[in-house]
DNA sequence: CTTCATGCAAAAGATTTGCAAGTTC
DNA sequence: GAACTTGCAAATCTTTTGCATGAAG
C-alpha cells in the first residue's frame, strides 16, 4: 500500500521533473498510515515519533505536491486548509467524541453518508467529504457525574 | 433588535459583575447587523467602517463572551472557530460548504438528528452537540470547472 | 474608589520564504 | 555537474496576553 503509493508519487514527481527524495518518501508513508482526517501538526508530531526528522517547512512544502498528485485530499475552507485526509484506502469513519473525559469512540453508519450524498445533491454540490463529530457525555462520565441517582 | 440583544448581553454581564461598556455595545451591533457566517476580520472591517476603533484584542476577547451569552454561535472545526453567526433568527442547521469559493448553504434535515441520538444511544453516550458539515463543490464551481463538458 | 475593560505592544502559534548547503538524477 | 531539496532562520499572519491607563458600577 504504501510502497505503492510512493511509486505513485515518484511517477507525479518525475513527470514533473522534481525529486524522489528519503524525506517525502517518509512523508508519503506518515500519510498513508494515518486514518481519518489530519492536520499538520498531528502528522509532523507522527513524523517525529517514527524518528524522522524532516523539518516543518519543508512538510509545509511537499503537502501541496501529495495533493496535486492525488494521494491526499485537502478539505479547504474559506481558502485555508482545515485539514487533510488520504484520498483512497482505508475505511471512512466519524467520531463520537466524550466532551469530558476525551474519550473517541469511531462509528461508521451507512445511512449518514447516503443522506449525505442527498442533501449535496439537492443543492446540486459534489460532495467531496465530510466533518462529522458527535460530542456527548460517555458512559463512564455520566455515572460519575450521578453517582447516587436513582 | 439590536437594543434588545444589548440588553440580553447587558443581563448576562451584570449577572457577572462584568461590566456593559459603549465598546461592548458597538460589537453587540455590528454582531447583529450581520447576516449568516461571519469571521473576525469580517468583523473587525465593519466596526471600522462604521468609525468604531475598537482594537483587535478587544473584540478577541469580547467574542467568548457573546458566545456565553448565548449571542453567538461559533462553528469549531478542528478545535479551531471556523466562523460565527448570530444565534438567533434562525432555526438549527448544518452546513453545506463549497471548498472551492466558499459558499455556505445551511441545511437541515431532521433525519441526521434522529440517527445522531440513536449512534449515541448505542455506545451509551448522551449526546450533548455536534459538528457537522459537508463539503463539496457548488454548482458554479462545477460549471466553471468543466467548461465545455458534454 | 474598587473592579473591570481597553489599547498597546510584546508574545505565542501557524505558515511562508530566502538562502546556503546537501541530494538526486 | 545542473537542478532540485532541505533545514534554518527570518518574515508574515493570526490570536493571545501582560501591563499601565481609563471607565463602569
Redesign the interface.
Given at each position: 500500500m504504501t510502497t505503492q503509493s510512493f511509486e505513485k508519487f515518484t511517477a507525479f514527481l518525475h513527470g514533473k521533473s522534481l525529486r524522489a527524495t528519503t524525506v517525502r518518501e517518509s512523508i508519503v508513508k506518515a500519510v498513508m498510515a494515518r486514518k481519518g482526517?489530519f492536520?499538520m501538526d498531528e502528522l509532523v508530531r507522527d513524523l517525529r515519533a517514527q524518528g524522522v526528522e524532516a523539518s516543518r517547512a519543508t512538510v509545509y512544502r511537499v503537502m501541496p505536491l501529495l495533493v496535486k498528485a492525488g494521494i491526499v485530499q485537502p478539505?479547504?475552507?474559506?481558502?485555508k486548509i482545515?485539514?487533510y485526509e488520504t484520498a483512497f484506502g482505508h475505511k471512512h469513519h466519524d467520531h463520537?467524541i466524550?466532551?469530558e473525559c476525551g474519550k473517541v469512540?469511531e462509528?461508521h453508519?451507512e445511512?449518514?453518508e447516503i443522506?449525505?450524498r442527498e442533501?449535496?445533491a439537492k443543492?446540486?454540490?459534489?460532495?467531496?467529504?465530510?466533518?462529522?463529530?458527535?460530542?456527548?457525555?460517555?458512559?463512564d462520565c455520566?455515572a460519575r457525574r450521578r453517582p447516587r441517582e436513582s
Open positions: 482526517h492536520n478539505t479547504v475552507v474559506s481558502g482545515h485539514h463520537l466524550c466532551g469512540v462509528f453508519f445511512a449518514f443522506l449525505q442533501v449535496a443543492h446540486g454540490f459534489e460532495l467531496t467529504s465530510h466533518y462529522h463529530e458527535l460530542i456527548g457525555v460517555c458512559p455520566r
